[in-house]
């Protein structure tokens, strides 16, 4: 079990849960890629690459379009994306604990 210390809180935003990246990727050994030119963030974890661009609700699996609920977002500096999609398309499993306000992924 991992349990990180953020320094960034995470955002709810439509009913989304939404986490800086970094900590998505460190929590599921997945690399981390950013290109500032195209305001696209690109995760990879062996077999499996996920393509998010700030502010589009289309994002990328595998080279496949899917449609977010919720873009990537900007908020002071940190790339915030939806915890669940990123989670569940790295193939890791979400659940949340609504009483204690826990969120847990498991991989």
Not at 4 to 11: E, G, L, R, S, Y
Not at 22 to 41: G, H, N, P
Request: net charge negative; no cysteine; aromatic share 8%.
């Amino acid at each position: 079990n991992q349990v990180f210390d953020m320094d960034t809180a995470p955002v709810s935003t439509q009913g989304r849960t939404m986490l800086p990246i970094r900590y998505i990727t460190e929590a599921l050994a997945a690399s981390l890629a950013w290109d500032d030119a195209t305001q696209k963030v690109t995760i990879v974890k062996g077999d499996k690459t996920i393509e998010l661009t700030i502010g589009s609700e289309e994002a990328y699996v595998d080279g496949e379009k899917v449609l977010l609920d919720v873009p990537a977002m900007n908020i002071e500096g940190r790339t915030m994306v939806p915890l669940r999609f990123v989670s569940e398309s790295m193939d890791a499993t979400v659940e949340w604990d609504g009483e204690s306000q826990v969120v847990f992924i498991f991989y």
